[in-house]
């Protein structure tokens, strides 16, 4: 039920009962779709093999109290990751405060993370209590450990380890906080550098969950591409060539540049159709960049297999499109609907189990 599950029957099932389920999976459906709002901006899209993974990691990983350590590049949707863990969980009615390491000085981040009290050092004019107090009960996201002092880290893995935390001039104060760590950089390499504690490391890195790079998940562009176009409040087409275009671009500022990149469009473009003419600021940022790059870091593996994954990732679109109407899809994909029932058992397109990635339409059809 928590990986997307509307509610279940028990055999034998009877008419009135499926009916029953079906009138409120319907109208609860209506419903979500009615109050949907800013709130859907933090939605992790994406069909690729690779996000639903992270999707699933997600579910399984909401209920628990176990650290989570987010690797991958800058941009990619770190914490966008931590709040869904958060959200879903039995925390998700708690605050969620985030702190980017790399922003805050070094000399206020003990400050910042564990609070102070009034007169503890020049300037300190009332008590603050920290991010691990205000986190109480919630969750504390900490963007770009990589980033903190050694001396920071032993202050961190002591409350970690202890769930105990010291304001600057103050008393030892027990705190129940789930804490999720992000990081762009390499860790390991960090540890054999001296510059990051092995034992934090092991300590954070109880359930590691790693975003891979947008050039990396292509099957991710198109999607991602659309949900910001009507995030912007956009209806806005992509054309065909541009569409191929967003797809061989090697995205260097993974999903944030994809985001800023459809704002843009939104804002310039001329009409209804965003042509290639439209995002060709993209070829000139890839003719700036320092380090020439390949236009599309494509998958290793074989061609029947990149082609099925095109195909699934199509008839995906087409589905979510036609609010999972089959026939409406088949045609949409110029093939015969007795064709796409097939592809469908193959790939296993069950679209009800999509609900972390915002698809879920049931099937117009009954058979």
């Given at each position: 039920?928590?990986?997307?599950?509307?509610?279940?029957?028990?055999?034998?099932?009877?008419?009135?009962?499926?009916?029953?389920?079906?009138?409120?999976?319907?109208?609860?459906?209506?419903?979500?779709?009615?109050?949907?709002?800013?709130?859907?901006?933090?939605?992790?899209?994406?069909?690729?093999?690779?996000?639903?993974?992270?999707?699933?990691?997600?579910?399984?990983?909401?209920?628990?109290?176990?650290?989570?350590?987010?690797?991958?590049?800058?941009?990619?949707?770190?914490?966008?990751?931590?709040?869904?863990?958060?959200?879903?969980?039995?925390?998700?009615?708690?605050?969620?405060?985030?702190?980017?390491?790399?922003?805050?000085?070094?000399?206020l981040l003990e400050s910042e993370l564990f609070g102070h009290t009034?007169?503890?050092?020049?300037?300190?004019?009332?008590?603050?209590?920290?991010?691990?107090?205000?986190?109480?009960?919630?969750?504390?996201?900490?963007?770009?450990?990589?980033?903190?002092?050694?001396?920071?880290?032993?202050?961190?893995?002591?409350?970690?380890?202890?769930?105990?935390?010291?304001?600057?001039?103050?008393?030892?104060?027990?705190?129940?906080?789930?804490?999720?760590?992000?990081?762009?950089?390499?860790?390991?390499?960090?540890?054999?550098?001296?510059?990051?504690?092995?034992?934090?490391?092991?300590?954070?890195?109880?359930?590691?969950?790693?975003l891979p790079a947008l050039r990396e998940r292509i099957a991710d562009?198109?999607?991602?591409?659309?949900?910001?176009?009507?995030?912007?409040?956009?209806?806005?087409?992509?054309?065909?060539?541009?569409?191929?275009?967003?797809?061989?671009?090697?995205?260097?500022?993974?999903?944030?540049?994809?985001?800023?990149?459809?704002?843009?469009?939104?804002?310039?473009?001329?009409s209804e159709m965003i042509e290639i003419g439209d995002i060709a600021?993209?070829?000139?940022?890839?003719?700036?960049?320092?380090?020439?790059?390949?236009?599309?870091?494509?998958?290793?593996?074989?061609?029947?297999?990149?082609?099925?994954?095109?195909?699934?990732?199509?008839?995906?679109?087409?589905?979510?499109?036609?609010?999972?109407?089959?026939?409406?899809?088949?045609?949409?994909?110029?093939?015969?609907?007795?064709?796409?029932?097939?592809?469908?058992?193959?790939?296993?397109?069950?679209?009800?189990?999509?609900?972390?990635?915002?698809?879920?339409?049931?099937?117009?059809?009954?058979?």
């Open positions: 039920m928590r990986l997307g599950a509307f509610d279940h029957l028990t055999k034998p099932i009877g008419r009135a009962d499926l009916a029953l389920v079906l009138s409120h999976m319907m109208a609860s459906r209506t419903e979500r779709h009615a109050t949907r709002s800013v709130a859907t901006e933090d939605e992790l899209i994406g069909s690729s093999e690779a996000i639903r993974i992270v999707q699933k990691q997600i579910g399984m990983l909401a209920d628990s109290d176990a650290s989570v350590l987010i690797t991958g590049e800058t941009g990619t949707g770190k914490e966008l990751v931590a709040r869904a863990i958060h959200d879903h969980g039995y925390r998700g009615r708690n605050p969620f405060i985030a702190v980017n390491c790399a922003a805050i000085p070094a000399e009034r007169g503890a050092f020049t300037g300190a004019l009332a008590d603050h209590a920290g991010a691990f107090r205000q986190a109480e009960g919630g969750t504390l996201f900490l963007d770009e450990i990589g980033d903190m002092t050694l001396a920071m880290q032993a202050k961190i893995l002591r409350a970690l380890q202890e769930r105990v935390v010291t304001p600057v001039g103050g008393k030892a104060l027990r705190v129940d906080v789930r804490v999720i760590a992000a990081t762009h950089r390499d860790l390991v390499e960090h540890i054999r550098n001296g510059a990051f504690r092995e034992d934090l490391f092991y300590r954070l890195n109880v359930v590691p969950i790693h562009v198109l999607p991602l591409a659309e949900h910001f176009l009507a995030r912007a409040g956009s209806k806005k087409q992509i054309a065909p060539a541009a569409a191929a275009r967003l797809v061989q671009y090697s995205w260097p500022g993974n999903v944030r540049e994809l985001k800023n990149a459809m704002e843009r469009v939104t804002v310039l473009g001329r600021f993209l070829e000139a940022a890839q003719a700036g960049s320092a380090e020439p790059t390949e236009p599309t870091s494509w998958p290793d593996e074989d061609l029947p297999t990149a082609l099925a994954r095109l195909e699934e990732m199509l008839i995906r679109r087409a589905l979510q499109r036609t609010a999972g109407n089959r026939a409406e899809a088949a045609r949409m994909l110029n093939i015969h609907r007795q064709l796409l029932y097939t592809k469908i058992r193959r790939y296993g397109l069950d679209l009800s189990e999509d609900r972390t990635n915002g698809v879920g339409s049931p099937d117009a059809e009954r058979h």
